[in-house]
Each structure stands twice: as structure tokens, then as C-alpha cells.
């Protein structure tokens, strides 16, 4: 999967394309090839100072973000409630931050990410169009497999990338949130947002994945279901 989800982040961001704005970045392109710079800075504006109040801020870094060589915004984050404890030789340190979009005037603002539900959905149909047709997607070709049978070819794929498109879904619809959503949060409830996050990712990933090979029963739950298998084209 991981060679068409490549080719599928490539089409859908050529896609994208028009549609970006350099001098403001709303629409970021998230998945692909990405890379991110960052470098501390020195001060921060009161607009954005206001997003931690009552809390001053500790520090703060600025990221640039890249996604297949073309620029892709940046965002900006900020500690703050910075503590550090010290009982006899140990000492222990907190913090809390929050990480905020900027547009071209340095101003935060909320952003769009539709590539985390528009990837997959594309994978999702694409994968269906080409299996009913060949048999085959790119990848397939390039391991050298090939996917037989008689069955739905979009009802195998519904099952096998339905749950990555309702998280692709949840990801876009939270990334249009204010960028203090959380930091209005306390402190555990938002260890509770990211670690319940996580932990959903995780367990989709192993119920679908990973213990199905574990307890192998000749083909993975989503083939033996719509009738399909995968077989050596060699």
C-alpha cells in the first residue's frame, strides 16, 4: 500500500495545486514527501502572545513546512507554564504549548487539510477501479502480486481503507478548529485529545493488520470476505 498511497499523495497535491496561495497558505497539503525547519525566536507579537494568556510564554519556535519541495506555510509553537521542581537530587520539569498556523502576515489563523480525508478516498476508489479492471495496482506490480476473484472489488476496498477515510474525515474537520481550541483545555485533557488519538490510529492499524497475520487464515479478513486472494504473478 505504501507505494500507491505515495502515488495517490502525488496526484491529489498536483490536484491542490492551483488552488494554493503562497502569500497565505490557508489549504496545506499534508502526507507525501515532507520537511519542516524550525528555528527559535527571539519574541513573539502580542496577537499571538494573547493565544497562552494569562500565561507569559517561555519560548517559542518557528517552523517552515515543505511538502514535495513546495512550500507549505508556516506554523508557530509556543511553551509556556513552564515549571521545574526539585525534591532533593531528582528534578522533574513541565510545560504545556500549543503549535498555531500562520498566514502571510505572521497573523495565526485556522487551516484546511483536505488531502487527510481526500488521500485515502482517492486510494480507496482508485485501488477498486484498477483491481476490477487488472487485478493489480502499482504496488502490486512492483511486489510482483496480483489480486484474483470474483468478488466486489469496492466492497474489499471499502474494507480494507474505509477506517482510514472516516479518520482521514476526523483529521480535516479538526484542523479547521481555532489554534487555541486546545490550549483552552487543562493540562490532562489535552494529554487525553493526543494520547486517545494515538491510541484509535494504533488499534485500527492492528485489528485490521496486524492480527490478522498474526492468526494468518490463508487471506487477510477484507479478501476471504469479497471473495479475492493474493497470488505470486511471477
Known sequence: MGVDALLVSLLTTLLL????????????????????????????????????????????????????????????????DRRISQDGAVTTSSQRSIT????GSDSPTTILTPQSALNPLVLMLASALLLARRGRTPGKRLTGLRITGQGCAMCREVRRLGPFVLLGIGSTVLSVLPPDSLADLPP????????????????????????????????MPYDRATGFRVVSAR
Open 188 to 219: 490532562m485533557a489535552q494529554i487525553w485529545v493526543y494520547v486517545g488519538g494515538g491510541v484509535i490510529v494504533l488499534l485500527a492499524f492492528v485489528w485490521l493488520y496486524v492480527w490478522p497475520l498474526l492468526r494468518w487464515r490463508g487471506a
Open 17 to 80: 495545486l492551483p488552488f494554493l496561495r503562497p502569500d497565505e497558505t490557508r489549504l496545506r497539503l499534508s502526507g507525501g514527501v515532507s520537511y519542516t525547519q524550525c528555528l527559535p525566536v527571539k519574541s513573539i507579537s502580542q496577537e499571538l502572545a494573547d493565544l497562552v494568556a494569562p500565561s507569559p510564554p517561555d519560548a517559542a519556535s518557528l517552523c517552515t513546512n515543505r511538502s514535495w519541495g513546495l512550500y507549505n506555510g508556516r506554523t508557530l509553537t509556543i511553551i509556556f
Open 100 to 103: 498555531v498556523a500562520l498566514d
